[in-house]
């Protein structure tokens, strides 16, 4: 970095990477950023991870694409790993004319052929809610349907499930800073010290006061060290473990009668269903003695306050829904939502999964998760859009869009800034599927592995480069600023996807992504008393916000739910086994997740000096027993092979994991993790079993 002070402008923003939306300034420097610092934002208090204070270098790395390109017609086959220093063989520069031209009409061309839910898309939690809001908008008017996702369906789409169902809302009732009142916390299938850092330094302030943190997860993770109680339950194990836990409650009677009474429904049943699960019966399901279940379920329910946090630990199974409703029934009988220190609260993944959701990047819900079945919603968005009315059909999830294009049923597709090509169950499934498409027009900041299999190339600018709001797990609407210009040719997300917009003939006039926001608090009630001069001068807003001067309700649902009759629902879950479990081929149980270095497909984070000389090469963890029986070294090298395929990668030797189980970070492309994974799906969230498949490992 050099001299601190030795900067021209400093501009304000929020960090990329995760969901706890720290913010950061950022000291520019010759029209580069050159270093960045955490300030007092409502999430973070001037702190940063690792990410957000070094890995900001990829937005300035040569790989990134500069000018549009196309798809040479003497191109080899799709899908070849293009050399970002050698793509040449495969694409030519265009202008921007020409590369819109090419895509909108390839669209259009699919369109008149076969109708218009023949082109679908998914958009990016990378991207603003502007641009969230303008992608979805697109694929509803421009075609007529609902195929349009995104990766919440890939991280807690069955968490939101099942909220929605029980609670009416998806959000969090709580911030996590609310650990700072609480007495007991619960996580569970989430690893803060790697996953959401920042936050993690709450959780151990809150231990350090004396609050008792649970931890349950079948991986040791790195807060199990300041935890009362570590329960290293088995994988797959979470309802039977549950609902031992809530069993007891019932069986000592120390629930709270009067809460249940006043704020929920179908205890009755519920309670009915808990009699099965007696912790002495359950333990040998989860692996967690009856004894530690007992002691568990009555420190968290005789806490005058308490919390849960959960992650994709528990939303990533085919059963997610079903664990998640647990989670909310285990609140909700100890009466713990609605009062400081209390609260449900999925640790959201991306900076902005929670907005680009909020603002109807999903085929079931227009924005404010109203459903897209019902005509008068529609209407009002029509109306709103001066557009058709378009399908009362719910769309078709990630996975099931790449089913469908194996089918033949969708032939095209507008890929923002997401990374199918490795972020998808079984990926050479995907792979093939993408290969298949007629006209694939992917915009990204680099050529990415999704890219390989693009028609047309779409250069966008990164999140330091534009302006726009995101929202954070905290439900906090926050604003990000451009501190330094696009490289090349590249454009603000929101401008590509208008002139797309514009080519299909829907004749959008925005100027500014203020007037996006704008035309969305038509649409949504969330936004109500949040306005973009707000988000200017505040820098945050929490939603819902009550009056114009209102900071924003960081507890909500005190006084009863967003439900039909006012009242939470208690859902109750019996024990589904994964979807494929270990046998005499594949012995052990993989599970796959981030590392704290890296981020997602490592498309960014592996493109940051710093981050990629940390974390360089890809890496599984196995128990030092499981290495000493397959006679591997700390360090060696291992072949990890499912019924889907096989990949070989460097082994470290961690106790956290048990003997046997892999652990597979999926951020790196030479050794892709979702090769191996199970696309089975939860019904409900649609979400594949990425926590769990059956996986042989041997020395390499
Ligand atoms: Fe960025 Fe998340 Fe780290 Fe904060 S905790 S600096 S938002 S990656």
């Given at each position: 970095v050099g001299d601190r002070a030795d900067f021209d402008t400093e501009v304000t923003s929020v960090c990329?990477?995760?969901?706890?939306?720290c913010q950061v300034s950022l000291k520019v420097k010759d029209g580069k950023v050159k270093y960045v610092e955490g300030i007092n934002?409502?999430?973070?208090?001037?702190r940063l991870c690792v990410k957000g204070r070094f890995g900001f270098d990829y937005i300035h790395?040569?790989?990134?694409?500069t000018k549009p390109l196309i798809r040479r017609d003497?191109?080899?086959?799709?899908?070849?790993?293009?050399d970002p220093a050698n793509w040449q063989e495969f694409f030519r520069e265009a202008t921007w004319d020409e590369a819109l031209d090419r895509a909108a009409n390839g669209w259009k061309a699919l369109t008149e052929k076969h109708?218009?839910?023949t082109v679908a898309g998914f958009g990016s939690a990378k991207c603003s809610n502007e641009e969230a809001y303008l992608f979805q908008k697109l694929i509803r008017q421009?075609?007529?349907?609902?195929?349009v996702d995104h990766c919440t369906r890939l991280c807690h789409a069955s968490s939101v499930a099942a909220l929605l169902e029980?609670?009416?809302?998806?959000?969090?009732?709580?911030?996590?800073?609310e650990v700072e009142h609480a007495d007991v916390v619960i996580l569970i299938g989430c690893n803060p010290v790697e996953n959401h850092p920042v936050a993690a330094t709450y959780f151990k302030q809150f231990t350090k006061r004396g609050g008792k943190l649970i931890v349950m997860d079948p991986r040791g993770v790195g807060l199990s060290r300041f935890a009362t109680s570590m329960l290293k339950f088995r994988p797959g194990a979470d309802v039977s473990m549950l609902n031992a836990i809530m069993h007891t409650i019932v069986e000592e009677e120390l629930y709270d009668r009067q809460y249940i009474e006043a704020y929920t429904e179908n205890w009755e049943a519920q309670k009915a269903h808990l009699a099965n699960f007696p912790p002495e019966k359950m333990e040998a399901f989860c692996g967690i003695p009856a004894a530690t279940l007992r002691q568990v379920a009555r420190d968290f329910a005789t806490a005058k306050s308490g919390m849960i946090f959960w992650g994709m630990g528990v939303?990533?199974?085919?059963?997610g829904t079903d664990n998640s409703r647990c989670l909310i029934s285990l609140a909700l009988m100890c009466g713990h939502?609605?009062?400081?220190?209390?609260g449900l609260h999925p640790?959201?993944?991306?900076?902005n999964v929670q907005g680009a959701s909020d603002a109807?990047?999903?085929?079931?819900?227009?924005?404010?998760?109203?459903?897209?079945?019902d005509d008068s919603i529609r209407r009002h968005f029509t109306t709103l859009w001066g557009s058709d009315d378009f399908s009362s059909e719910k769309g078709l999830t990630v996975t099931e869009i790449l089913d469908a294009v194996h089918a033949g049923q969708i032939k095209g597709m507008y890929i923002l800034g997401e990374n199918p090509a490795m972020s998808d169950p079984d990926l050479n499934h995907a792979r093939e599927a993408l290969a298949k498409l007629d006209t694939l027009v992917v915009q990204d900041i680099f050529l990415t592995e999704t890219a390989n299999y693009a028609d047309v190339i779409l250069p966008a600018a990164a999140f330091y480069e534009k302006n726009g709001t995101v929202t954070n797990t905290n439900r906090q609407v926050q604003m990000g600023r451009a501190a330094v210009a696009p490289p090349g040719e590249a454009r603000e997300d929101w401008a590509i996807t208008m002139a797309l917009a514009n080519r299909l003939g829907l004749g959008w006039t925005y100027s500014h992504p203020r007037e996006v926001f704008a035309e969305m608090k038509s649409g949504m009630k969330?936004?109500?008393?949040?306005t973009w001069d707000r988000l200017e001068h505040e820098g945050a807003v929490t939603y819902?916000?009550?009056?114009?001067?209102?900071?924003?309700?960081?507890?909500?649902f005190g006084s009863g739910f967003p439900r039909d009759g006012g009242r939470a629902k208690f859902t109750p879950a019996s024990i589904i086994a994964p979807a494929e479990l270990p046998d005499a081929d594949y012995p052990m149980i993989l599970t796959t997740g981030r590392q704290l270095e890296h981020w997602h497909t490592g498309s960014m984070t592996r493109r940051s000096v710093v981050l990629d000389a940390v974390e360089p090469e890809a890496n599984c963890s196995l128990h030092p027993a499981t290495l000493r029986r397959l006679g591997v070294e700390p360090g060696g090298h291992v072949r990890l092979t499912t019924r889907r395929g096989t990949i070989s990668l460097m082994a470290r030797a961690d106790?956290?994991?048990?003997?046997?189980m892999v652990f597979v970070p999926f951020a790196f492309v030479e050794a892709a993790a979702n090769v191996l994974t199970?696309?089975?799906?939860?019904?409900?969230?649609?979400?594949?079993?990425?926590?769990f498949a059956a996986v042989r490992v041997e020395r390499e």
């Open positions: 990329p990477f995760c969901g706890v939306g934002g409502p999430a973070n208090e001037g790395h040569p790989h990134r694409l003497d191109a080899p086959a799709k899908g070849l790993n293009v109708g218009g839910g421009g075609f007529g349907h609902n195929n029980n609670v009416g809302s998806g959000a969090v009732t709580a911030s996590f800073n939303s990533q199974h085919i059963h939502v609605g009062r400081p220190g209390t640790l959201r993944g991306q900076n109807g990047l999903v085929p079931m819900f227009l924005p404010d998760y109203q459903t897209v079945t969330s936004l109500d008393n949040i819902p916000s009550l009056s114009p001067q209102d900071p924003g309700q960081v507890i909500v106790r956290a994991v048990s003997e046997d199970n696309p089975a799906l939860d019904p409900y969230g649609k979400i594949p079993e990425f926590k």
